[in-house]
C-alpha cells in the first residue's frame, strides 16, 4: 500500500488589470517567476503581501474552502472535510480592495502538478474559472473539471483533501493549525501524504460513517430515553387521573364564562374611557372659553372706569382698579366686597363709579371703551360658561368613578383567570394519554429500541472493519516514521540550538462516546534552559514563540521532503517578524534557504515587511544570487499603489530597502 502524492510546484504568476498592483509602464501588473529556490517578496504595511499569497491560494482553490466549523474545530477527526462553495460576499474579497471591482482583473497561475504542465486562469471579481489548460489542452473551464483533475493529479481522494492538503502543508498561513501539537491534524495529513487516494477516501468515510452512525444512536437513546418517561408517567396517572378530570369539567365552563365577561368589561371599559376623553376636551375648551370670557369683562370695567375719571386722577383710577380686581381696598388692605358691588351696579347703572350720582354729561367718547349693554353681555356669557365648567366637572367626576370601578373589577376578574388557567394546565398534565394514544407510545417505544439495538450492531461491525484498517494505516505511516523524523531533526536540529527530536507515540482516542482508536502521530521531545535532559512539550506553550513558529515550520518541511520523494513543491510563508536574536536569524535563514536550495526542487515563497534586523539581508545572502536579483525579489513599492506612508515616507522606505541590499550582496 503505497502513496503517490504530489505537491504543487509553482512556476510562474501575473496578475493583470487589478487596480491593487498596476506594476510600471514597461511592465504592466504583477509578474513572478518561480525559479527552484527562494522568491522574496517585500513590502510595508498596506501594499498587500497578504492579499497576494492569498491570490495565490485561490488560484487553487477557487471559489470553494472547507467548512468554518472545520477550520475552527478542535478535533478535525469528527468534522467535515467536505468543500463547500464560498459565499458571493467571500468570493468577492479581491474585488473589495479595488474601486472598479476587478471588473477586467484576471490573474493566471502556472505551475507543475503530478508530473503535468498546468495554466490556470481565473478572474480576481469572484473567482471564477475562465481558462484549465493541462499539458498544453484546454479542458472546459468548469469548476467540477478543474477539481477532479487536480485531485488526480495530486493523488488525493477528495476537493476537500486538496484544500487540506493546501492550508497545512503548502500556505504557512496565520490560521494554519500547529501539525507538531494537534494529533487530529497529523492524522488527517498522514492519512492524505502515505495512503493511496482510494484507501484515503475510504478511511475518511469510514470515521464520518462510524461519528455519523454513533451520533444517530445517541440521539435515538435521548428519544428514547424521554418517551420512557412520559409512557411510565402516564401509566402512573391512570390511578389519580378520575378526580382531577372532574375538576377540569367543572372549572372549563366557568372559566369561559368570566373570559366572556372579561371580553364585555374590556369594550365597556373602552367606552366609558372614549366618554372620560371626551369630557376632559370639553371642559379643558369650556375652562378656556370662560377664562377669556373673564380677562374681556375685566378689561371693558376698567376701560369704563378710566373713562369717567379726568385725565389727572390717575391714582384713583388705580385705586379703583385693584378693587374691581381683588375686592381689597390698596389704601388700607381690608377686604371690601360691599364697595366693589357697589362699583358694579353704578356702572351698570350709567352712574358715577365713584359718588354714584346720575350722569348728566357723558365723558369724551371712546370706540375702545364698552358700553354697559356690552358689558352686561359679557357677564351674563360669563356665567352661563361658568355653569358650563361645573357641569363637566361634576359628569367627569361620575365618569372617571365609573372608569376606576370597572378597572378594578377587570383587574381581580383577570387574576381569577389567570390562576385558573394555571389550575387547569396542572390538571390537564396530571391527565394520562388516551390508551389508543398510550398504547402507539408503547409500540413507538419497541420500534426505537430495536432500531438502537441494529445500529449498535452495525456499529460495531464499522468499529471492526475501521480498526483493522487504521492498524494498516498506521503501519504504514510508521514505515515512513524514521524518514519524518530523520528530516525534522535536520530541519529542527539547524533552527534551533537545543536538542530536538519527534517521538513516535500513536494517541487513543475516543470514537464517538462509544468506542476508542489508536491513531498515527508524533509528540516532540526537547530540551532546553532548567530542564537538562530532553523531556516531553505537550503544547505550543511549553516553548518560545521564535521556537513554536519554526518547530512547526520545520515538520512541514520534513512532510514535504519526504512524501515528495524528491519531486519538489511549493511553501509559501510569512516571514517570522517577531522578536528574534542576531544568530537564530541567521540560522533560521540558512534552514530556510536550504529547504529553496536552487539547485534542488522546491519553490519557497516568502513576504516580509520592509524590516530592520538581518533576516532579509541574510536571505537574500543566502539565497538570491546576484545575477538573479530581478528575478527573485520583488519590492511590492514599485508594483502597487503606494499608501499614504509610502507616499510620504517613500525616500526612507527606498533608502531602507537599498541598505538591506547592500548588506545581503555585500557591496
Known amino acids: ?144 473539471v478543474y477539481q477532479e483533475s487536480v485531485v488526480a493529479l495530486a493523488g488525493l481522494s477528495s476537493f476537500g483533501d486538496w484544500l487540506m492538503f493546501l492550508r497545512q502543508l503548502v500556505f504557512y498561513f496565520e490560521d494554519r493549525r500547529s501539525l507538531v501539537w494537534d494529533a487530529s491534524a497529523q492524522r488527517q495529513v498522514f492519512r492524505m501524504l502515505f495512503l493511496p487516494p482510494n484507501a484515503s477516501g475510504k478511511l ?120 374691581l380686581l381683588d375686592g381689597r381696598c390698596a389704601v388700607c388692605s381690608e377686604v371690601a366686597n360691599d364697595f366693589a358691588v357697589s362699583i358694579e351696579q353704578r356702572m351698570a347703572g350709567a ?38 365648567v361645573e357641569q363637566l366637572q361634576a359628569e367627569l367626576r361620575v365618569v372617571s368613578s365609573d372608569y376606576d370601578q370597572r378597572s378594578n373589577h377587570l383587574v381581580k376578574l383577570s387574576d381569577e383567570i389567570k390562576a385558573r388557567e394555571q389550575l387547569l394546565a396542572a390538571l390537564v398534565k396530571s391527565l394520562p394519554a388516551d390508551d389508543e394514544d398510550q398504547l402507539k407510545a408503547k409500540e413507538e417505544l419497541k420500534g426505537i429500541a430495536a432500531k438502537i439495538a441494529k445500529d449498535r450492531v452495525e456499529l460495531e461491525v464499522l468499529n471492526g472493519i475501521f480498526s483493522v484498517d487504521t492498524e494498516r494505516f498506521n503501519a504504514v505511516v510508521l514505515k515512513r516514521a524514521e524518514e519524518i523524523k530523520a528530516a525534522f531533526s535536520q530541519y529542527a536540529q539547524d533552527f534551533l540550538f537545543e536538542e530536538v527530536a519527534l517521538k513516535w507515540a500513536p494517541q487513543t482516542r475516543p470514537l464517538g462516546q462509544l468506542n476508542t482508536i489508536e491513531m498515527a502521530s508524533f509528540d516532540l521531545d526537547m530540551g532546553g534552559t532548567d530542564f537538562g535532559l530532553v523531556h516531553r512539550r ?78 532579509l539581508p541574510d536571505l537574500i545572502r543566502l539565497g538570491v544570487p546576484k545575477e538573479e536579483k530581478e528575478q527573485r525579489l520583488l519590492n511590492l513599492m514599485e508594483v502597487a499603489v503606494p499608501t499614504a506612508a509610502v507616499k510620504f515616507e517613500g525616500a526612507k522606505y527606498e533608502a531602507e530597502w537599498n541598505q538591506i541590499l547592500k548588506q545581503g550582496f555585500g557591496s
Open 351 to 388: 352712574c358715577c363709579v365713584l359718588c354714584g350720582s346720575p350722569s348728566h354729561s357723558s365723558p369724551s367718547p371712546d370706540k375702545d371703551v364698552p358700553s354697559v349693554e356690552s358689558l352686561n353681555e359679557l357677564r351674563n356669557a360669563l356665567s352661563k360658561s361658568r355653569v358650563r
Open 538 to 615: 505537550d503544547g505550543p506553550s511549553a516553548v518560545s514563540e521564535s521556537q513554536r513558529e519554526f518547530i512547526d515550520l520545520a515538520f512541514r518541511m520534513a512532510l514535504i521532503e519526504v512524501a515528495g520523494q524528491g519531486q519538489g513543491g511549493t511553501l509559501v510563508i510569512d516571514a517570522p517578524e517577531s522578536s528574534l536574536d542576531a544568530v537564530f536569524v541567521e540560522r533560521a535563514a540558512e534552514v530556510l534557504c536550504r529547504f529553496g536550495d536552487a539547485s534542488g526542487n522546491n519553490r519557497l515563497l516568502i513576504t516580509s515587511n520592509l524590516i530592520d534586523g538581518r533576516l
Open 1 to 144: 500500500m503505497t502513496s503517490s502524492v504530489s505537491f504543487p510546484v509553482f512556476q510562474r504568476l501575473s496578475v493583470n488589470e487589478y487596480g491593487l498592483y498596476p506594476g510600471t509602464p514597461n511592465k504592466p501588473g504583477l509578474q513572478l517567476e518561480f525559479s527552484p529556490g527562494l522568491t522574496l517578496v517585500v513590502g510595508t504595511n498596506g501594499l498587500g503581501k497578504t492579499t497576494l499569497a492569498t491570490m495565490l491560494f485561490r488560484m487553487l482553490s477557487g471559489p470553494s474552502d472547507l467548512f468554518v466549523t472545520t477550520l475552527n474545530a478542535s478535533e478535525l477527526g469528527g468534522s467535515s472535510l467536505d468543500a463547500t462553495t464560498l459565499s458571493a460576499k467571500q468570493r468577492s474579497m479581491f474585488a473589495d480592495r479595488v474601486s472598479d471591482r476587478a471588473a477586467n482583473a484576471y490573474a493566471v497561475l502556472e505551475l507543475r502538478l503530478g508530473g503535468s504542465d498546468l495554466k490556470i486562469v481565473r478572474s480576481l471579481k469572484a473567482l471564477g474559472l475562465t481558462e484549465y489548460w493541462v499539458d498544453g489542452e484546454l479542458l472546459a473551464g468548469k469548476e467540477s
Open 204 to 323: 475518511y468515510e469510514q470515521e464520518r460513517d462510524i461519528m455519523q452512525m454513533d451520533s444517530r444512536i445517541r440521539d435515538d437513546s435521548a428519544a428514547l430515553h424521554r418517551l420512557q418517561e412520559r409512557v411510565a408517567e402516564d401509566d402512573s396517572k391512570q390511578s389519580s387521573s378520575q378526580d382531577a378530570a372532574g375538576q377540569v369539567k367543572s372549572l372549563r365552563p366557568l372559566q369561559e364564562k368570566d373570559l366572556e365577561k372579561q371580553s364585555k368589561l374590556l369594550a365597556e371599559i373602552n367606552d366609558v374611557d372614549e366618554h372620560r376623553r371626551a369630557l376632559r376636551r370639553q371642559l379643558l375648551e369650556a375652562e378656556d372659553v370662560a377664562s377669556r370670557q373673564q380677562e374681556h369683562l375685566e378689561d371693558g370695567r376698567l376701560k369704563i372706569i378710566h373713562n369717567q375719571f379726568p385725565s389727572k386722577s390717575e391714582t384713583a383710577k388705580y385705586l379703583l382698579s385693584l378693587l
